[in-house]
């Protein structure tokens, strides 16, 4: 588990990469890839024969006057980066940092929600790359371009990119068509960044949003052991361990990471930063889960 706080070379990298098949022929579909963009870090070092951190204070920062955007390393308190942290128990730890030399080109770049929303308006505006350039980026196969995802606002479309390691998360979107740019930085938050960027885009262009409701529901650590076991559900592959640790409710699917399941009522619970809604019948002895409108009821085995 410390894999990702050791430096590691191109050599490395590489080698690692190679280990391994590809998931889908080239040509098959487009989907996001951590190796990939690895990759073409190295691929532009090697076109340019300049450091990658070189590149980005070139080709980005520079030509847009971003004093804060730049690739990242030791987190340095003193320059006023910020840490990630995770919370448990009503308690922030800090999470473990990743060697910036692992992620380059993937996830190395440090910057501020303001400077992020004039790189994006840069990019609109034809000030880092050609207007053409910029199309191919926009030719999006399976809600994927260039660089850019699609991105769904009711009727209305635009582009950006998500962000996450260790536990920072972030957004940026644009929006043609609505004028209107969004972006999010956070060191620590178990709130949807989906519905973040939903309620800054409504706020932006007038329209009513809810507030979440942060209220928490205590649940006693006795009471959570009658929800504790292994379920599983017909015809899916997977099976979920509901388990307590350090007197949370824990939920893990096979193969997968746990995750934290927050108390709504005595017997609903929430992982907001999957946007997952969990509902336990005890005397039934199963759970249905919910998540992006799709209902699944497992049984305890």
């Known amino acids: 588990m410390q894999y990702n706080t050791q430096t590691k070379s191109e050599k490395d990298l590489v080698g690692i990469i190679k280990k391994f098949k590809s998931d889908f022929n080239p040509g098959v579909k487009f989907q996001y890839s951590n190796s990939n963009y690895i990759l073409l870090g190295f691929i532009l070092e090697k076109v340019y024969k300049k450091s990658y951190a070189e590149l980005v204070k070139d080709k980005i920062a520079r030509p847009l006057k971003l004093t ?3 690739v ?13 942290y995770s919370y448990q128990n009503g308690k922030y730890n800090p999470s473990s940092e990743t ?19 004039k ?9 880092l790359i050609s207007k ?23 009727e209305h479309s635009g582009f ?21 740019a969004v972006s999010s930085v956070t060191n620590q938050s178990d709130y949807d960044n989906n519905q973040i960027a939903i309620n800054m885009v409504k706020a932006a262009i007038g329209k009513d949003f809810q507030m979440p ?17 292994i379920y599983s559900a017909p015809n899916i592959p997977v099976k979920f361990n509901i388990f307590i640790q350090n007197k949370t409710l824990m939920a893990q ?29 005890t005397a039934k002895k199963q759970f249905t889960i919910i998540q992006s409108g799709t209902e699944t009821t497992f049984t305890k085995e």
């Not at 790189?119 to 000030?127: D, M, R, S, Y």
């Not at 950006?160 to 209107?180: A, C, M, N, Q, W």
């Open 253 to 281: 699917a096979t193969g997968q990471s746990a995750f934290p399941l927050e108390a709504t009522s005595e017997n609903s619970f929430k992982f907001d930063m999957a946007g997952i809604v969990v509902n336990f019948d």
């Open 160 to 180: 950006g990119h998500t962000g996450g390691i260790d536990e920072f998360r972030s957004f940026l979107y644009y929006f043609p068509d609505l004028k209107v």
């Open 213 to 229: 409701d942060f209220k928490s529901f205590a649940v006693s650590e006795t009471d959570l052991q009658k929800f504790a076991g």
């Open 99 to 117: 060697d910036m030399s692992i992620p380059i080109g993937a996830g190395d770049i440090i910057s501020t929600p303001t400077e992020l929303i």
């Open 68 to 70: 804060l955007t730049e």
């Open 132 to 154: 053409e350039s910029l199309k191919q980026m926009k030719n999006f196969s399976d809600n994927y371009g260039y660089g850019l995802v699609k991105v769904p606002f009711n």
């Open 119 to 127: 790189f994006i308006l840069g990019l609109e505006n034809g000030k």
């Open 72 to 84: 990242g390393g030791k987190i340095n308190s003193d320059k006023n980066q910020a840490k990630s």
